[in-house]
């Protein structure tokens, strides 16, 4: 307990992501387990069960995986999307930005550095679907219906 009058050191705000694979009832490395701990509850470790895990500033991150996350979608697409919601939340708040480094993991080759020119070349073909996505709000009603 901090006396009255002495002002306590804050916590810096920390969080971890834990991710990673349990063994199955065979003993094989296949079920998915992600975890985060985060310094302002103290660190205990906080089991996702829904297929991914955010973190910081949060809301466009959230709104874009309820949105979009499917989980039976493939390595490479989920990839796309885990870079695509990263993007888009930079480009809506000046506390996030920066340079993004992007880690698959998977159970038989364990985590695999994407390239800065496997990033960029994901990040070319979200714009282009983003692209995609903003026209098709702009066709006429005919081109609807059709």
């Known amino acids: 307990m901090v006396p009255p009058g002495v002002q306590a050191i804050a916590r810096p705000d920390l969080a971890f992501v834990i991710a990673g694979y349990d063994a199955d009832a065979t003993g094989v490395y296949r079920?998915?387990?992600l975890y985060q701990t985060v310094s302002s509850l103290d660190f205990p470790p906080m089991l996702h069960e829904y297929g991914f895990v955010i973190s910081g500033v949060a809301q466009y991150a959230l709104y874009l995986l309820n949105r979009l996350y499917e989980p039976d979608r493939t390595l490479a697409d989920l990839t796309s999307l885990a870079l695509y919601v990263i993007t888009e939340t930079a480009s809506q708040d000046g506390k996030v930005g920066g340079p993004v480094r992007v880690v698959t993991i998977t159970?038989?080759?364990g985590g695999a550095l994407l390239t800065d020119d496997q990033v960029r070349s994901l990040h070319e073909s979200n714009e282009a679907r983003a692209k995609a996505l903003r026209q098709s709000f702009y066709t006429s009603s005919q081109?609807?219906?059709a």
Do not use: L, S, Y
């Open 31 to 33: 079920v998915p387990r």
């Open 107 to 109: 159970p038989d080759k």
């Open 143 to 145: 081109e609807v219906k």
